[in-house]
């Protein structure tokens, strides 16, 4: 299975744009990218998804790079509601979701 | 629609008991997962159902853990008996299946063996 690397921690001011990178450089063709984010004392919650193209919806978007071995979540106007860990999963045709250690973003007022 | 629901939410007991959790996924959805969660740490795939079969239980210790989804819904995890290292908090999620579709997680029952 790929596996990630995440940065382990990353401050972002409330507002502004957090950007999340995720490196995967080990995926293969038929693998899909994915985002969960877990707030404290709860369970992990789906973000979003993409294959190949970028991906767009009411929480964040995703950009992967063309040779879809690195991508990036953005949440375009960070809150404080936004602090959480944030994990990238390469999910195969398994069906299997594995998380590293993902990253903890804070939202500073 | 209701999420996943996971009971109990918190559980306490000496080491050497048994412990067991329920799980009971989304409707139609086919495959259950089961995680462990330490402290600090990524949840830890421990088994993966679909439907009524065990189609990844290889990082479940199967001394002491075993699992069950009878009918393909609902499910129980169990450890017999329970260590110290087993303090964690168990998650269970549930997704449709096969394809682009995501898992969701219930709130997780958090353990302590004392």
């Known amino acids: 299975d790929a596996k990630t690397t995440q940065p382990p921690s990353m401050d972002c001011a409330e507002g502004r744009a957090a950007n999340l990178p995720c490196n995967h450089s080990t995926i293969s063709g038929n693998e899909y990218v994915y985002w969960y984010r877990q707030i404290h004392s709860q369970g992990p919650q789906y973000i979003i998804h993409g294959l190949k193209n970028n991906e767009t919806n009411e929480m964040a978007s995703l950009i992967i790079t063309e040779d879809r071995k690195s991508s990036t979540l953005i949440l375009p106007h960070a809150t404080l509601r936004d602090t959480a860990v944030y994990y990238c999963?390469?999910?195969?045709?398994?069906?299997?979701?594995?998380f590293g250690t993902g990253t903890s973003l804070t939202v500073i007022p | 629609e209701a999420g996943v629901v996971q009971s109990p939410r918190y559980k306490i007991i000496e080491k050497k008991q048994p412990v067991a959790f329920w799980c009971n996924p989304i409707s139609g959805h086919n495959t259950l997962y089961w995680y462990r969660q330490n402290l600090g740490q990524g949840p830890e795939l421990l088994i993966r159902y679909e439907n009524e079969e065990a189609v990844d239980d290889s990082q479940l210790p199967k001394d002491r853990f075993s699992a069950e989804r009878l009918k393909g819904v609902d499910s129980t995890l169990k450890i017999q008996p329970a260590e110290l290292g087993d303090s964690a908090v168990y998650l269970c999620?549930?997704?449709?299946?096969?394809?682009?579709?995501?898992?969701?997680f219930g709130q997780g029952t958090r353990l302590t063996v004392v």
């Open positions: 999620a549930s997704s449709r299946g096969q394809g682009a579709t995501e898992a969701f």
């Open positions: 999963i390469v999910r195969g045709t398994g069906n299997q979701f594995y």
